[in-house]
């Protein structure tokens, strides 16, 4: 068995997502996956287009098809995503019971003055870097206040970017080396994994989130709790780039890659 564990994996009970649970459980059983865990957007932001599109009875139901499905020979984990923990926690604990899931995925998906920076339109008439300055602002806050097991695609903003025509190839260590060191700090005292998340690899920018160049960093401090998740959405990128996000995870010097079951970490070897 291959041991990958997709960590970030959307349902058709996420509102811009389109495949069951349970066929996506089949596709990983095809694939020798050691498990998938499954992901529903719980996003409270007005502006996001999967705002208010989270029905827990219905996600909970596609859960249980799916492990039927799965019938113990694939892993199946219950997560759910969560956009800016730090501002819409409150709201959010109000209708998820976050015991009842394996791992929650903290998000960020807009940022304030700028809208969602996952498209061209949060750049225009605007400056990109300092809009990116605020991506990663946002991500200090929320990873020092928020209830999370994992750091979801750090660095989504080059999706935004380079949909905007804009440079998007830049290595932010060099604009914000404190920022970023601390933010990999924080994840590391608090023990929330960073998530490699490899839809950049299916997209123009064409590379993971976070680079490698904060994963070698991230390495470096003495971070070894790392996810791999291929943000699954729809057709035809299902769990795409996981081989290649799991070689990058070699090459940065990791032997070990998570999953978590309970909110508890646990460890599977990369070689």
């Not at 924080?186 to 839809?199: A, G, K, M, P, Q």
């Amino acid at each position: 068995m291959i041991p990958i564990t997709d960590m970030h994996v959307h349902t058709s009970d996420s509102p811009d997502a389109d495949i069951p649970a349970r066929e996506l459980v089949a596709r990983g059983l095809n694939m020798n996956l050691a498990g998938i865990g499954f992901v529903a957007h719980v996003d409270l932001d007005p502006e996001d287009y999967c705002y208010g599109g989270f029905k827990e009875n219905t996600y909970n139901r596609s859960i249980e098809l799916a492990r039927r499905e799965a019938a113990n020979r694939i892993l199946v984990l219950k997560g759910i995503e969560v956009g800016e923990p730090h501002i819409y926690e409150e709201q959010v604990k109000e209708i998820v019971d976050y015991s009842a899931y394996d791992f929650i995925t903290g998000a960020i998906h807009s940022v304030e003055g700028a809208g969602m920076i996952l498209g061209k339109s949060a750049y225009e008439n605007a400056n990109p870097l300092e809009i990116v300055e605020r991506y990663y602002t946002e991500t200090l806050q929320m990873v020092a206040e928020a209830d999370m097991d994992i750091l979801a695609h750090m660095g989504l903003f080059r999706r935004g970017l380079a949909l905007a025509g804009l440079e998007h190839d830049f290595n932010e260590l060099e604009l914000w080396p404190d920022t970023i060191l601390r933010i990999l700090e924080i994840i590391i005292d608090r023990n929330i994994s960073l998530e490699l998340n490899t839809s950049g690899l299916r997209r123009r920018e064409n590379i993971t989130y976070p680079t490698p160049w904060i994963l070698e960093l991230y390495h470096r401090i003495g971070g070894t709790l790392i996810t791999i998740g291929s943000d699954t959405h729809r057709e035809p990128y299902v769990f795409f780039g996981l081989f290649d996000g799991r070689q990058l995870l070699i090459e940065s010097g990791f032997k070990e890659v998570f999953c978590f079951e309970n909110r508890i970490p646990k460890r599977m070897s990369l070689v």
